[in-house]
């Protein structure tokens, strides 16, 4: 047996060392915290159930935490009686969800997050001006889908990449403007944005990236501390758009290895074992339980030397909407 200073230390003598990169900001941006409270507060004000139609932010645990308490998330209204409460996403709808809602008298919160909502205004203020909307995002995503349904078919193009812009039929190529998917890589878009502007010299960009700040805060942290370690380790759900643009980020970056994970039960304990360090964040939807788990089982196996990275500190907060707050 070691002993130190009366202590028993052979086991944490027999644990590999580990540093440990807690990259920060991580974890729930204000519209995904704005969006989780819009669902509590509806089912504490109307109780049970209360229908949400697309699952209110993509995280799993959060997704099943609010189906515990009472939340029944469909895909479509026409599943949702007239009689319960339903929220909107935070992704947003198209126009036809919230004329749907209307028409049928729900009692219907919108849940949308206020940096989505800014760009749907930027949609309607280029339709009034007579310009044609390229939005930048990815296809089937509930955030492009959303945005695109807030204008006529065919107002709003999608390009997902350098190479579609070679090839968009524009009406006019003297009226365009351009937006962008909230939850993108910054170093991406802008690729595409360029490439917009050498195409159509005189497209109009947003007059403030449509990038969220949370969105650009966590991509920036993880290029802080990149060549600080041998893998980063982004906690968030398959389905979470910021959450897989943080493993792109990093690997673009120069990681030697990069990984999404749901949380403490995908660590691979024998990969982490041969390296000297590793960096743990989670995208935006992400709760911070979930990075908790994780450093539990990580000392478990390893001598932990948890190295701090805050690149910024948050306090963007969003008001509730009026119907939840009254």
Known sequence: MTEQNGIDTSEVDSKPNLDLYLVAPRGFCAGVERAIEIVEQCLEAWGAPVYVRHEIVHNEYVVNSLRKKGAVFVEELNECPEDRPVVLSAHG??????????DRNLNFVDAVCPLVSKVHVELQKN????????????????ETTGTIGQLPEGEVLLVESVADVKTLAVKDPEQLAYVTQTTLSVDDTQAIADALGQRFPKIKGPHKSDICYATTNRQQAIKEIIDKVDYLLVVGSPNSSNSNRLVEVALTAGCPMAKLISGPEDLDIDAISKLKSIGLTSGASAPEILIEGCKKLLHDYFNLNIISSETVKETVTFNL???VRN
Not at 93 to 102: G, L, Q
Not at 130 to 142: A, E, N, V, Y
């Open 127 to 142: 339709y009034r001006n007579g310009l044609q909307t390229i939005m930048i995002g990815h296809s089937g995503h509930p």
């Open 93 to 102: 709808v198209a126009k036809s969800v919230i004329a749907e809602a209307k």
């Open 321 to 323: 909407p009026k119907i």
